[in-house]
């Protein structure tokens, strides 16, 4: 079975512009998950899709958005972007069935950002 | 608001010792517990704990639940020099605006030596 997949895994940008990432989940998996990964952060949460529909954010600006596509496909995009956005952006999925049993959430292999 | 500690920041030790790595958390209505495997890249899966399942081991891994006192551990036996990697401890709570996500620790540094 085909792990989670990103494209692209590496990007550079320029302050202002914006940028769309993509998120493949496994196959089956409704679920997607994006992360932030920063040295001083961590990881943090930043929004999960649901068949379509988004169902939790994290505390970001609203420069970071996402949807979902019907084949559970992802995309986050984060407009006017910031130096501080420079990171690397993981999505996870999973079932994502939260009124039964815990899922776990398998990652993809990230997304390095690099804003000039 | 969630949280998750992690215990120490980071190690060094010897091929063939053991590690022990330590999570403590606070969660609203407790779902999950995820410990994940970093090296330079995106974490790898090791286990999840749950109410139902709080003790998992997989080779020389091993972890356990404490529901009470709000901890896992994580061991690792007779290490060998690809264990080197951050370990992270996520958990999971059970409610509405928990749903897909997972609040990270800082995570462990593990460094094994030859």
């Known amino acids: 079975k085909a792990g989670v997949t990103q494209t692209p895994r590496y990007l550079i940008k320029t302050r202002g512009q914006q940028v769309t990432l993509s998120c493949s989940p496994i196959s089956g998996h409704r679920s997607v998950s994006w992360y932030q990964q920063t040295p001083g952060q961590g990881l943090q949460f930043l929004f999960e899709?649901?068949?379509?529909?988004?169902?939790n954010k994290g505390n970001f600006p609203g420069r970071f958005s996402g949807r979902q596509f019907s084949n559970s496909r992802s995309e986050m995009n984060v407009s006017t972007l910031e130096l501080g956005d420079s990171a690397l952006y993981l999505c996870?999925?999973?079932?994502?069935?939260?009124?039964?049993?815990?899922?776990?959430?398998?990652f993809g292999p990230g997304t390095r950002l690099t804003v000039t | 608001e969630d949280k998750v500690v992690q215990s120490p920041l980071s190690l060094v030790v010897h091929e063939g010792d053991t590690v022990t790595l330590n999570c403590s958390y606070e969660v609203t209505n407790f779902r999950s517990l995820l410990w994940y495997k970093q090296e330079k890249k995106a974490p790898t899966f090791l286990f999840m704990l749950?109410?139902?399942?709080i003790e998992k081991k997989s080779g020389r891994l091993s972890s356990i639940l404490d529901k009470k006192e709000l901890f896992s551990i994580l061991n690792i036996t007779a290490t060998q020099t690809g264990d080197s990697a951050i370990y992270l401890c996520a958990v999971e709570g059970g409610t509405t605006d928990s749903w897909g996500k997972l609040q990270f620790g800082a995570g462990t540094q593990v460094v094994v030596t030859p």
């Open positions: 996870a999925s999973s079932f994502g069935d939260w009124f039964s049993e815990p899922y776990e959430q398998y």
């Open positions: 899709y649901f068949s379509e529909t988004q169902r």
């Open positions: 749950t109410s139902s399942g």
